[in-house]
């Protein structure tokens, strides 16, 4: 039993736990799957996760993505976006509405399509990790 394992038994109340492998629960997450079984579908609606799965019955309504899906969106697609706006100019020179007609669609569409994934991804990792409920054990609330 490894050090991760121990930790984890004595967290948990002696009880091993089921391993739960971060990269294929992220990946199921980012194929809108359910990151336990990989067969239930992870949204109900566009970002409206599921409070159980249909197939494995896993419960997702304790999940807290919160931000974090936007926040990776803005932040790979800004970066692919400024890019290709970069490469677009070197290349061809063009007035600066011709370059927001092309860019502005693109960079909402793409938004759109990848929002749901990488917030499937999101919990994924947290289901992986074992946050925010995951783990059987209830977020503690801190006062300030």
């Not at 494995?56 to 999940?63: A, K, L, N, T, V």
């Not at 074992?130 to 054990?137: D, E, Q, S």
Request: net charge neutral.
């Amino acid at each position: 039993m490894t050090a991760n394992q121990t930790n984890l038994t004595a967290q948990f109340g002696g009880a091993s736990e089921v391993e739960r492998p971060l990269g294929r629960s992220i990946k199921r997450g980012l194929l809108c799957r359910c990151p336990n079984c990989g067969e239930g579908r992870l949204f109900g609606r566009y970002l409206k996760v599921v409070d159980t799965c249909a197939a494995c019955g896993e419960e997702y309504h304790h999940h807290r993505a919160d931000d974090l899906p936007a926040y990776l969106v803005i932040l790979v697609l800004g970066h692919v976006l400024v890019g290709g706006f970069m490469a677009t100019d070197l290349v061809f020179v063009l007035p600066g509405w011709v370059h927001f007609a092309i860019w502005a669609p693109i960079g909402v569409v793409a938004s759109l399509l990848s929002l749901q994934p990488i917030k499937g991804g999101v919990v994924g990792l947290q289901w992986a990790l074992r946050m925010h409920g995951f783990g059987g054990a209830k977020d503690e609330v801190e006062d300030h």
